[in-house]
């Protein structure tokens, strides 16, 4: 399991840096300019962002890519279940959800697909979850009573059992986060609208950031690991000790954003809150 993590932080790593090179390239070949290109601090700020973002996401708590995501437990729903299958309907059915609980049983099932299903309030109304291609591996090593997080489709009940489909762990939902949300970051500060106001704050924050950064900090050079809890660390004390300064100077880079293109919406950046974990 460590080798598969780490194995797909440096494949998230890869294609992170990978893709802000070929930005950097494709902006550098153009004679007139247009929108923002990020340094190499931004960057890794920004990434160190996501990362803290994530962190929060996979631990269950408020964050930028859960926002839109249905939190719930096993238990919670195997009593709505239990209680009323057309209400529980209502509120589950064809949701995207954040479901936590621990294993009741790992099973092989038609065909030799797995699926896993989590403790309810009894044996027969277990929640129910079968996941995308590619993660046998890790079904393959979890136990019984093992807690779990994972991201799913609700599919409603089958026999009195909530099904759940499409579902992924919850720290492969959050990599693969990180990398969208850099592509649609590149993507709005070339002048494409945002697609949600916190991708927006989370470019300008990044930006504010960096700048403020000592010149020592870990988060300078352009050889910055993506793991690099030194960088982390650096952010984090700057958004302590430095949390007005950092709200006031977001509302000129916004300002200076807009001077280049990028399409900046927010009325109140300034009084944006900048969090990372």
């Known amino acids: 399991m460590i080798k598969s993590h780490r194995?797909?932080?440096?494949?998230i790593f890869i294609?992170?840096?990978?893709?802000?090179?070929?930005?950097?390239?494709?902006?550098?070949?153009?004679?007139?300019?247009?929108?923002?290109?990020?340094?190499?601090?931004?960057?890794?700020?920004?990434?160190?962002?996501l990362k803290g973002d994530a962190s929060v996401f996979v631990e269950g708590?408020?964050?930028?890519?859960?926002?839109?995501?249905?939190?719930?437990?096993?238990k919670k729903i195997s009593s709505a279940y239990d209680e009323n299958q057309v209400a529980a309907d209502q509120k589950y059915f064809k949701k995207?959800?954040?479901?936590t609980g621990n294993i009741q049983s790992i099973n092989s099932g038609v065909a030799n697909k797995p699926y896993v299903t989590l403790v309810g309030i009894d044996q027969f109304i277990s929640p129910q979850l079968r996941f995308?291609?590619?993660?046998?591996?890790?079904?393959?090593?979890l136990r019984k009573g093992q807690k779990v997080s994972v991201v799913c489709w609700a599919g409603g009940a089958v026999v009195?059992?909530?099904?759940?489909?499409?579902?992924?762990?919850s720290d492969d939902y959050a990599n693969l986060s990180i990398v969208q949300a850099s592509a649609d970051l590149f993507k709005f500060l070339q002048g494409a609208k945002p697609v949600s106001n916190e991708l927006e704050m989370l470019a300008i924050a990044g930006i504010t950031l960096a700048g403020n950064l000592p010149d020592a900090s870990a988060c300078?050079?352009?050889?910055?690991?993506?793991?690099?809890?030194?960088?982390?660390g650096d952010v984090m004390a700057l958004i302590k000790n430095h949390r007005l300064t950092i709200k006031n100077e977001m509302h000129s880079v916004s300002e200076k954003l807009k001077l280049l293109g990028v399409r900046v919406s927010s009325p109140k950046v300034g009084k944006a809150n900048v969090k990372v974990e």
């Not at 059992?161 to 992924?168: A, E, G, I, N, S």
Request: charged share 20%; hydrophobic share 40%; aromatic share 8%.
């Open 7 to 11: 194995a797909v932080r440096i494949l």
């Open 61 to 74: 708590g408020d964050s930028m890519m859960g926002k839109e995501l249905l939190k719930t437990t096993a």
């Open 220 to 232: 300078r050079g352009e050889k910055v690991k993506f793991d690099n809890e030194k960088c982390n």
């Open 15 to 49: 294609s992170l840096m990978c893709f802000f090179a070929v930005c950097e390239a494709t902006n550098s070949s153009n004679s007139i300019h247009h929108g923002y290109v990020l340094s190499a601090t931004e960057q890794t700020v920004i990434i160190s962002l």
């Open 160 to 169: 009195g059992v909530p099904m759940f489909t499409h579902c992924q762990f």
């Open 132 to 141: 995308l291609a590619g993660n046998l591996q890790k079904i393959s090593m």
């Open 96 to 99: 995207k959800v954040f479901l």
